[in-house]
């Protein structure tokens, strides 16, 4: 990634009027229709009712329609958390301090946090990309190391980065993701770690959707009312802020500008992962509240990266369900999950094997001399 | 089990009063509360915010009340499904004709079927259990032959199975969940094939929870509104016929009477696993429609028997989700499914499996040096 000039592509073509400039841009074709239609046509013909297998037929079409196949494999995960800090942190926006997000990493490295327990009973690599944590962390074979800074500038002060750190963190997720799909994967799961990150995760919503930030404030990893007030409070004045720099919300030609406005490390390399993902034709997994905001500013970025999202799960987070609709996902889980680490895009994934599997595998009437 | 004599215990004190008879008791104790409460107080010091989650770290309490342990284990699952035919399917209820039993179940045995499929992808056994099919089917490994009749009574006309081919069948299906637990299996995964038995199980809900038919009734495999009239008459013809005979309905303690009356051999023998396996403390995942009806009636015979369901999904039946609502039921999965096999309980299994692995492998606050 490069802060190239202007393109007639995508991505890089609708950023090209920003104030951050441009990054470069991702190819990313629409998934093919016709395999598709040929998809749900054969799945008509395996010994089942029409349609009873319900969503998870819907999704195996998806996956030919990605992949450009009738034998779609996603036998091959990996998983890549972001993590990184947040200026706004020491604002106290949190039920934790700001320390957790590098003794969390440590634990996703040692294998005790729930996203290690998840990767290794379903055989999955793990990596971490420290695109800005506020610790020097330990050299581990599980962790990249592209810190941006340790943390971003605070919102409500200042702008969380530059565009130049803008365009290196999107360019680090794009890496990650284009490596460990070089590497074999043939699906991603993405997610992030942050303390914070809610926080800025409804700011960067508020902004891109121009949604009252009542609507899109939630309890992160569980603040109370008090702490809920003071984080709205906040992030009011974090969104002033912007605006008096004049930055109008609700654009979407304006994306680039809120991430760099309002951070963090890990939202622009989740962009930059997702966008590279679906450039390759290779689904990505998308995690809870933070990682589909990172979603709907890769569409922002170039819609049709949503034909390779996988929205794995909604979450309790107050605005993720609004979100989901906004952007037509359809989540495969509902457990009231708000823990993040990928730990949702790991507990869907079986489902998401599963609907490729039984494409694959399954008999046709037939093949297996069953009467229609 | 045997026309028993009345018993002082759960389920067969309940039945000495029907005019069935009565089955062999089961011994069911409830799950116990205090390692429910040490298990939920255990989760809170694993290294996630309190409660985050969600749901299962409701089920992970779960089954740690039911196991009476702090390290579950659901590692050994095996799945039975249950096949007989039904007099009814002569009648035309279904979208499929009758010999489709027989075909599927020969399709379960050659890999071919959903649930082959998804057993084989997760390592899991899979017997299928003839109850009551109308053909003569091969032996196979996979096959346990207890064949009551080649198909019940047309309840339009007549009663589905004699008390003894009931008590028979619960039997059946007892043996053949102790006999999955005494190889080992630490959870059991439950499912049914017989063309017909979705209109058998409409008409079982309606006599057990005195619900209107129209409330019961859904459109199984996929049939159109004609059908659906159709069969909505032949129950009411069935119902009639019960009511005639003087069987009020909406009373538990006929729970057997209905059984006897409406069939069919699958529904009785999935009574007889769910109560066994309760009996030995081991957690059944209990699949669509017809295996929730069945779990139903187990709790009829022994309230204490919910303690031990885990219900997987709620299905596209029409009156699936009224019925676990009704049995306080909290189903992991809502993907539109309407197959049965179990298919449902064995996509559900990896999220009961993730459970149960969080909870006994993720690090403590205190182990793994995280701030609280």
């Given at each position: 990634v490069s802060p190239a000039a202007s393109s007639t592509r995508d991505a890089g073509g609708r950023n090209a009027a920003s104030r951050v400039g441009s990054v470069a841009p991702f190819e990313i074709r629409p998934a093919d229709a016709a395999v598709h239609a040929a998809a749900l046509?054969?799945?008509?013909?395996?010994?089942?009712?029409?349609?009873s297998l319900g969503r998870l037929e819907r999704l195996a079409a998806r996956l030919c329609a990605m992949q450009r196949t009738l034998e779609p494999r996603v036998d091959a995960p990996a998983t890549l958390v972001f993590a990184a800090d947040h200026g706004i942190a020491h604002e106290g926006v949190s039920a934790y301090p700001r320390a957790v997000t590098a003794q969390m990493v440590a634990n996703f490295l040692s294998g005790g946090a729930a996203i290690s327990v998840l990767a290794r009973s379903q055989r999955m690599s793990l990596t971490i990309v420290d695109v800005g944590v506020d610790a020097d962390l330990a050299q581990h074979a599980a962790l990249l190391s592209r810190k941006m800074a340790r943390g971003t500038g605070n919102v409500c002060e200042q702008a969380a980065m530059t565009p130049a750190q803008l365009?290196?963190?999107?360019?680090?997720?794009?890496?990650?993701?284009?490596?460990?799909?070089?590497?074999?994967?043939?699906?991603?799961?993405?997610?992030?770690?942050?303390?914070?990150?809610?926080?800025?995760?409804?700011?960067?919503?508020?902004?891109?959707s121009d949604w009252p930030l009542e609507q899109c404030v939630?309890?992160?990893?569980?603040?109370?009312?008090?702490?809920?007030?003071?984080?709205?409070?906040?992030?009011?004045?974090?969104?002033?802020?912007?605006?008096?720099?004049?930055?109008?919300?609700?654009?979407?030609?304006n994306a680039l500008d809120y991430l760099s406005e309002c951070g963090g490390f890990e939202y622009a390399a989740l962009v930059g992962a997702i966008l590279a993902t679906a450039e390759r034709q290779v689904p990505v997994l998308i995690d809870g509240f933070a990682v589909t905001?990172?979603?709907?500013?890769?569409?922002?970025?170039?819609?049709?990266?949503?034909?390779?999202?996988?929205?794995?799960?909604?979450?309790?987070?107050?605005?993720?369900?609004?979100?989901?609709?906004?952007?037509?996902?359809?989540?495969?889980?509902?457990?009231?999950?708000?823990?993040?680490?990928?730990?949702?895009?790991?507990?869907?994934?079986?489902?998401?094997?599963?609907?490729?599997?039984?494409?694959?595998?399954?008999?046709?009437?037939?093949?297996a001399g069953v009467s229609r």
């Open positions: 046509r054969y799945l008509d013909d395996l010994t089942k009712p029409r349609g365009a290196a963190a999107i360019a680090a997720g794009a890496d990650a993701a284009s490596q460990a799909i070089s590497h074999g994967a043939n699906v991603l799961l993405l997610g992030e770690m942050g303390i914070g990150n809610t926080a800025i995760g409804a700011l960067l919503l508020h902004q891109l939630g309890r992160g990893t569980g603040i109370d009312d008090a702490q809920l007030a003071r984080k709205h409070a906040l992030l009011t004045r974090a969104a002033l802020r912007t605006r008096g720099a004049g930055i109008a919300a609700g654009d979407a030609t905001v990172a979603a709907a500013y890769a569409r922002a970025l170039a819609p049709a990266v949503l034909d390779y999202c996988v929205f794995a799960h909604v979450s309790a987070e107050h605005a993720h369900r609004a979100l989901l609709a906004h952007l037509d996902a359809d989540p495969l889980l509902d457990l009231q999950l708000r823990l993040g680490e990928a730990s949702g895009a790991a507990l869907a994934l079986p489902l998401v094997q599963a609907s490729a599997t039984l494409l694959t595998d399954m008999a046709t009437f037939s093949g």
